[in-house]
C-alpha cells in the first residue's frame, strides 16, 4: 500500500473518533440538562403559586380602600340624621322631617342644596347647644349667723321662688303645640280625604284664582314648584311641631322666610301638577302627615 492510502485511513479514523467524541459529549450535555430541570422542579413546591393567587383579590371584588366614604356616614342611623335614598330632594326630606330645606343645608353644611347623593347623610334636627356652666370663687368674709331657732323645732325649708318653680313657657305654642286654632284653607267641597296610603292630606275644589290662605300663623320655608307631584308649592312652618303644605297653586303671593298670619291671603287656586282645579292640603306633625280633619273645624 502507498503511504497516501494509510494517510487517508488515518484521516478517516480520526474523523469516527470526533464523531464518537462530539456524541458522547452531546448525550452527556443533554443529561445533565435533564437533570436539572428535574431538580429544579421536584424542589418547588406547587403550593407557591396558589398562595399567590390567594393573596390577589379575585376578579370584581371592590377593594375597600377604593370605596368612596359620603359625607356624614359615621352618623347613619343616629337619631336626627337621615339617609338619603333615590328620588330624595331636600325640600322632600324638609317636608318628611318637618323642618326647613334650608336649614337641613347649613346644618349639613352642604355647599350646594342641589347636589345630594343617594347614601349621603344628613342632619336634619338642629344641633345641640351646650351651655357651659361658670363657676363662682367662694370669697372669704364675716358669715352672718342664722337667728336661733325655738328649742325643738326644725329651720323653716328653703322654697323656690314662684317665678323659679314654674318652667318657662314657649311664645311659639300659647295653649299647647296642638292648640293653633286651624282654619280651613279655601272655601270648597272636600274631592277626596285623607289616606295615609293614597292621599295625605285632603283635597278641596275651586275654580281658578280662587284664595287659599294660611290656616295658622306661621313661617314660609318653601315657596315654589321644586317638588314633583305638588305643582307651585307653599309650605309653612308653625312652630316646632307642625307644617302645613299648600299644592297645586296657580299664582304664589308670599315668598321663602315671610311670616304669615292665619287667614292671609298666600296663594290663588290652580291646577299645576294635576289634573284639575283644587287645592292639595296638609297638616304634617313632625313631618308624617297626618289627617286635617282632627284639626280643622267642622264645616
Not at 314662684?162 to 318657662?168: E, R, T
Not at 300663623?217 to 316646632?240: E, P, Q, S
Not at 307642625?242 to 287667614?263: I, M, P, W
Amino acid at each position: 500500500m502507498t503511504a497516501s492510502f494509510y494517510t487517508a485511513l488515518e484521516g478517516r479514523r480520526g474523523g469516527q473518533r470526533a464523531g464518537r467524541l462530539l456524541t458522547s459529549c452531546f448525550l452527556a450535555a443533554a443529561v445533565l440538562l435533564l437533570s436539572a430541570c428535574g431538580t429544579r422542579s421536584l424542589g418547588r413546591a406547587p403550593v407557591e403559586d396558589r398562595g399567590a393567587g390567594m393573596g390577589r383579590a379575585p376578579v370584581g371584588a371592590v377593594d375597600p380602600a377604593s370605596v368612596k366614604q359620603l359625607p356624614g356616614f359615621e352618623n347613619a342611623g343616629k337619631p336626627g340624621y337621615y339617609t338619603v335614598k333615590p328620588g330624595d330632594t331636600l325640600i322632600r326630606i324638609g317636608l318628611d322631617t318637618g323642618q326647613n330645606w334650608r336649614d337641613i343645608g347649613r346644618w349639613s353644611n352642604l355647599e350646594n342644596p342641589n347636589l345630594i347623593e343617594v347614601g349621603q347623610v344628613l342632619r336634619v334636627a338642629p344641633p345641640v347647644e351646650t351651655s357651659v356652666a361658670v363657676s363662682r370663687p367662694v370669697t372669704s368674709g364675716a358669715v352672718t349667723p342664722l337667728p336661733p331657732t325655738p328649742a325643738g323645732s326644725a329651720p323653716a325649708p328653703v322654697t323656690a321662688s314662684a317665678s323659679a318653680a314654674k318652667p318657662a313657657a314657649s311664645a311659639s305654642t300659647p295653649g299647647g303645640e296642638d292648640d293653633l286654632a286651624w282654619i280651613w284653607p279655601a272655601q270648597g267641597q272636600v274631592l277626596a280625604g285623607f289616606d295615609e296610603a293614597k292621599n295625605k292630606g285632603v283635597d278641596i275644589a275651586g275654580k281658578t284664582g280662587d284664595p287659599v290662605i294660611a290656616s295658622a300663623d306661621g313661617r314660609v320655608v318653601y315657596a315654589g314648584a321644586g317638588l314633583r307631584g305638588y305643582g307651585n308649592l307653599i309650605i309653612l312652618k308653625h312652630n316646632n311641631t307642625f307644617l302645613t303644605a299648600y299644592a297645586h297653586n296657580h299664582t304664589l303671593l308670599v315668598k321663602e322666610d315671610q311670616s304669615v298670619r292665619k287667614g292671609q291671603k298666600i296663594a290663588e287656586m290652580g291646577a299645576s301638577d294635576t289634573d284639575r282645579v283644587k287645592l292639595h292640603f296638609e297638616i304634617r306633625k313632625q313631618g308624617k302627615p297626618v289627617d286635617p280633619a282632627r284639626f280643622l273645624p267642622a264645616k
